[in-house]
T-cell receptor, first 117, second 114 residues
Framework: DAGVIQSPRHEVTEMGQEVTLRCKPI?????LFWYRQTMMRGLELLIY????????DSGMPEDRFSAKMPNASFSTLKIQPSEPRDSAVYFC???????????????FGEGSRLTVL | AQSVAQPEDQVNVAEGNPLTVKCTYS??????LFWYVQYPNRGLQFLLK????DNLVKGSYGFEAEFNKSQTSFHLKKPSALVSDSALYFC????????????WGAGTKLIIKP
């Protein structure tokens, strides 16, 4: 099992540029989460998909952030335009939604470390 | 408001000694409780969970956690620490009002000294 695969692992860009982060969840998982991790704010849920449909995007900071899941094996998180305060580690996690609608334990990717200069 | 507290930013333990990483929570209804571990420059890895049943839960790498409803705690324990256990540990809880939203603790850095 390859686990959750994220790319790129590291991204350094300049303020104002577009950033696209990619995620391939574990095959068979029907729930996908994007998290952001910073020292100041810890782990923040940005968006949650179930069966490729966005269910909760209340954590997306602002309109500069967007996420898509065109199929069960791929998701993107886009920041346009990027700002220095977006610098963080962005994690994708997938899970299997169980009977009764409860999501099981999360499987995280290795993360994408974003630095916006 | 629902919350999770990990009262210690850092815990230092000598190798071979028992370790405890503390977690307390506040949620509505019966909680679903989780522990995750994060090694440097890696993603979080699931360690164990409590859903219902036996209050003592056993997980990966020899870790266990005890659910205490009266004290609203879910402390992580291991009888004999290894240097390789050094990492960042996160407690998380899900309340009855959500089937996906986890409330995360701030994390506790565990340092095991040889």
């Amino acid at each position: 099992d390859a686990g959750v695969i994220q790319s790129p692992r590291h991204e350094v860009t300049e303020m104002g540029q577009e950033v696209t982060l990619r995620c391939k969840p574990i095959s068979g998982h029907n729930s996908l989460f994007w998290y952001r991790q910073t020292m100041m704010r810890g782990l923040e849920l940005l968006i949650y998909f179930n069966n490729n449909v966005p269910i909760d995007d209340s954590g997306m900071p602002e309109d500069r952030f967007s996420a898509k899941m065109p199929n069960a094996s791929f998701s993107t998180l886009k920041i346009q335009p990027s700002e220095p305060r977006d610098s963080a580690v962005y994690f994708c996690a997938s899970s299997l939604r169980l009977a009764g609608g409860i999501t099981g334990e999360l499987f995280f990717g290795e993360g994408s470390r974003l630095t916006v200069l | 408001a629902q919350s999770v507290a990990q009262p210690e930013d850092q815990v230092n333990v000598a190798e071979g000694n028992p370790l405890t990483v503390k977690c307390t929570y506040s949620v509505s209804g019966n909680p679903y409780l989780f522990w995750y571990v994060q090694y440097p420059n890696r993603g979080l890895q699931f360690l164990l969970k409590y859903i219902t049943g036996d209050n003592l839960v056993k997980g990966s790498y020899g870790f266990e956690a005890e659910f205490n409803k009266s004290q609203t705690s879910f402390h992580l324990k291991k009888p004999s620490a290894l240097v390789s256990d050094s990492a960042l540990y996160f407690c998380a809880v899900r309340g009855m009002d959500s089937n996906y939203q986890l409330i995360w603790g701030a994390g506790t850095k565990l340092i095991i000294k040889p």
